[in-house]
């Protein structure tokens, strides 16, 4: 999943990119209101982290311009702890979630992880796919018979992003744009030798391939 983190402040912002990638998120960096408003417009992010104070452009701006323009993005919100009325104006602009600061970055990700399950109509604590369960907090998908199936940081993001949208065709240049960040060359053939190798570990029949149009994710296997 490819998220959208908005921070002024850039050590905190480093600070959570590096956590976010070891989780298994690809990450992109915003420092200011005007950027993060025109890369949620132009990109297709999974969710974004917005703080409010930022420079440029306010985040409760930015966020009001994008439901105006009826984007749906799933936002969490970063308030001063004691803000209850960003809070609350947040909501009202359309924000999600919200994490007061500071926040301890388990809260975070764990936040983040239920406002993606729930934005996919999977309000549930896993990912789950038919027979398949993906642990996110070990990176490794877990198989009808309790087998456990150790995964790359790569093969668990494109795994992810699959059993998020079973029976749907992606195209490549979609996966590219969920699994990895904006400055990925998109005509790198990397996803056809992370589809192989999920296929080594799943099974061949898990993960068609439509010539000309992408990639279908069964919840079942043949």
């Known amino acids: 999943m490819r998220l959208l983190l908005v921070e002024d402040d850039r050590l905190l912002a480093e600070s959570l990119q590096r956590r976010l990638l ?16 025109y890369l949620g417009d ?6 974004v982290v917005l ?4 420079p440029g452009r306010s985040g409760l701006e930015v966020l009001a311009s994008w439901r105006r323009r009826g984007s749906r993005l799933p936002v969490i919100v970063l308030t001063a702890r004691d803000a209850w009325h960003e809070r609350v104006e947040g909501f009202k602009a359309g924000a999600d979630d919200y994490l007061g600061k500071p926040f301890h970055v388990e809260e975070l990700l764990v936040r983040i992880q239920a406002l993606i399950r729930r934005s996919h109509d999977r309000p549930g604590g896993q990912v789950v796919c038919g027979d398949l369960t993906l642990d996110e907090e070990r990176q490794r998908v877990v198989l009808a018979d309790g087998s456990q199936v150790e995964l ?7 795994l992810r992003y699959f059993m998020l949208h079973p029976g749907k065709v992606l195209s490549k240049t979609r996966l590219i744009e969920h699994v990895y960040e904006g400055d990925f060359d998109r005509d790198s053939n990397l996803i056809e030798v992370y589809v192989r190798r999920l296929r080594e570990k799943l099974g061949k029949e898990r993960i068609q391939t439509r ?3 992408g990639y279908v994710f069964r919840e079942e296997a043949v």
């Open 51 to 54: 703080d409010l104070g930022l």
């Open 211 to 213: 010539r000309g149009q």
């Open 22 to 37: 070891q989780q298994g998120y690809a990450v992109d960096l915003a420092d200011n209101g005007i950027d993060a408003e």
């Open 152 to 158: 790359t940081g790569t093969e668990f993001r494109l």
């Open 42 to 47: 132009v990109e297709p992010y999974d969710l």
